[in-house]
Every structure is written in C-alpha cells, then in structure tokens.
C-alpha cells in the first residue's frame, strides 16, 4: 500500500511538473507573438518598432526615410512662433517653436534620421524627464513637452500627450 502512495506522489508531482512546464511554453509562445510588430512596420537598429508608440506613450519614432524643412511644416498647417539659436541644441541645424491646432510643438530639425536619433533623442529624453514646474531653458514658461517624436531628420517636442504631434506628423505623410 506505501508503494501505491509513493507512485501517485510520484505521479502527481511530474503531472504538476508537465503542466507548469506547459504554461510556461504558451506564455512563453504568447509574449513572443504579442511582442511581434506588424508586418508592415519596421524595427529600427536599437529594437524600437517604427512607426509605432511605445508601452508608456510618449515616444514615436517613424518616416525614417523622410527628410524635412520648416517650410515642409508650414505648408501643412505648422504655425511657426519663435526660432530658437541652434547654439542651445548641439547638432540641431534649425529649431522651431510653434503651434498646430491649438498644441505647442517645439521642433528641432537635424542633418538626417539617424542624427536626430544618435543627437536629438537624450535632449528629448531630459525634457520629458522633468517635472511639472521646471522651465525649459529655450521657453520661458513651464515645462509643457512629455512626450516626443523622432520624425524623419526632426524630433518634436509635444505638448501634454504625443497625439498633439501625431495630428502633425499625419498631415507630412
């Protein structure tokens, strides 16, 4: 009877081991599929997804291709309100201050895609980094830039969520 117990134990712990050992296998397979990008976007050198958001919202990286001027900008409806000294923003050639539907848009242009990810993309990183009642050093008026866009050879500082630069960056494709 000892021998029957020691085999059903035996028994029971393989068949929780096959079966956590299961789980694992289609968690496993489920992240993997969730985590693929579609098939008509694009991964960039560093794992990022083109043309997609990321987790938290606040990021966009997308027309890698695509290369821009302020007049580009205008010409879709950009409202350009101050240009900045080039001086504040190292590897920046030109930097814009300005509106689109009622949303600041701070847009900092660079010589391509990859200078505006290799350049801008820590500079932009400490503007969201701050807290609300720190100042930007180019605008004199609280922090309102948590979230950005790397757009074509432009990264874009905007206003309260990234949409208010997703309706712009619409508007260039």
């Known amino acids: 009877m000892s021998q029957l117990k020691l085999d059903s134990v035996t028994n029971l712990r393989e068949a929780f081991r096959f079966t956590v050992s299961a789980l694992f296998v289609v968690a496993l397979i489920g992240s993997i599929a969730c985590g693929l990008p579609e098939t ?5 050198n560093g794992g990022v997804v083109v043309g997609v ?3 938290e919202g606040i ?3 997308t027309n890698p291709e695509s290369f ?3 007049d580009d900008l205008t010409a879709v409806g950009f409202k350009k309100s101050k240009q900045f000294d080039i001086e504040t923003v190292p590897g920046a050639t030109d930097i814009w ?5 009622q949303q600041d848009i701070e847009i900092r242009f660079y010589n391509s895609h990859t200078e505006a990810l290799a350049q801008g993309v820590e500079l932009a990183e400490v503007v969201i980094g701050k807290k609300a ?3 930007d050093p180019l605008i004199p008026v609280v922090n309102l ?4 866009a790397v757009v074509g050879n432009t990264v874009m500082l905007c206003e309260r969520q990234l949409s208010s630069c997703q309706a712009l960056i619409d508007m260039l494709e």
């Open 133 to 135: 009642g720190q100042r």
């Open 68 to 70: 821009y001027t302020i």
């Open 53 to 55: 958001p990321d987790e």
């Open 59 to 61: 990021r966009l990286i």
């Open 97 to 101: 201050y300005g509106f689109f539907r």
């Open 40 to 44: 008509n976007s694009q991964v960039s």
């Open 145 to 148: 830039y948590p979230a950005y």
